[in-house]
């Protein structure tokens, strides 16, 4: 029995994978698993003169691309699904001259966008050190009797890139007063207080922040009159 006609135009080379087992009609060997339909009747790819090219499946489209542009000779592979009653593409054929080309030109791609996405990274990383380093001064301004180290430390923990912690916050990122204050609160909740072993033994959040509270307040009070001692 014969494939189905495709929907592709007359005269454009198609391959099939077929569904059922088949022979060359010329060669006799199978069963094939790609074929060629001439005047209604398969031919493996050599009788086609086909042979001399490689198989890439379908996925990566750039290679795709590149392998088409590459080759002199190009042929798109088909597979017949019944339950959509339609043929699709499973890959093209071409040289594999063609095909190592292509490869060639997209491992310069990948190792171009590798090197680009380095120096972004090393460009981030200046950016987010500078920031930090600007977020521990004003820290240090508005908190004079704050350990330089513990400064640093709210700093770094609060301007955390995509942490969604209050230094990459839009105030954050400004440096307003009432954010700079909230990542200094939080830092002496966490390590000033016993909030996280309140939090570990079940008290609800708001009670352990009232339990808390006090000292918290006399932690940043004392490294606020610090700087007034000082002056």
């Known amino acids: 029995m014969a494939l189905p006609a495709t929907p592709h135009s007359p005269g454009r080379l198609v391959v099939f994978q077929p569904l059922k087992r088949k022979r060359c009609a010329g060669c006799r060997r199978g069963p094939l698993s790609l074929l060629v339909l001439e005047e209604g009747v398969p031919r493996c790819l050599d009788c086609a003169d086909l042979g001399h ?60 966008r590798r090197r680009r996405r380095a120096r972004d990274a090393r460009h981030r990383a200046a950016e987010d050190e ?12 508005l908190f004079p009797g704050c350990p330089a180290e513990r400064a640093r430390a ?18 954050g990122r400004a440096l307003t007063e009432g954010a700079v204050i909230s990542a200094v609160v939080a830092g002496v909740r966490h390590v000033d207080t016993p909030y996280d072993e309140l939090l570990m033994t079940g008290t609800p959040r708001y009670e ?19 700087g007034e001692h000082a002056g």
């Open 130 to 141: 500078r920031f930090a380093a600007a977020f521990a001064a004003e820290i240090l301004r």
């Open 208 to 226: 352990a922040r009232r339990r808390i509270a006090p000292v918290v307040e006399s932690v940043l009070r004392e490294w606020q009159e610090a």
């Open 154 to 171: 709210i700093a770094a923990h609060a301007s955390v890139r995509g942490s969604g912690r209050v230094g990459r916050s839009a105030a």
């Open 53 to 112: 090219l490689v198989f890439l499946p379908r996925g990566d489209t750039a290679l795709t691309r590149r392998s088409r542009e590459e080759s002199a000779l190009s042929v798109v592979v088909v597979r017949f699904n019944r339950r959509k009653s339609r043929y699709e593409r499973q890959g093209v054929l071409v040289e594999e001259d063609a095909l190592a080309r292509a490869e060639a030109r997209c491992l310069a791609d990948a190792e171009a």
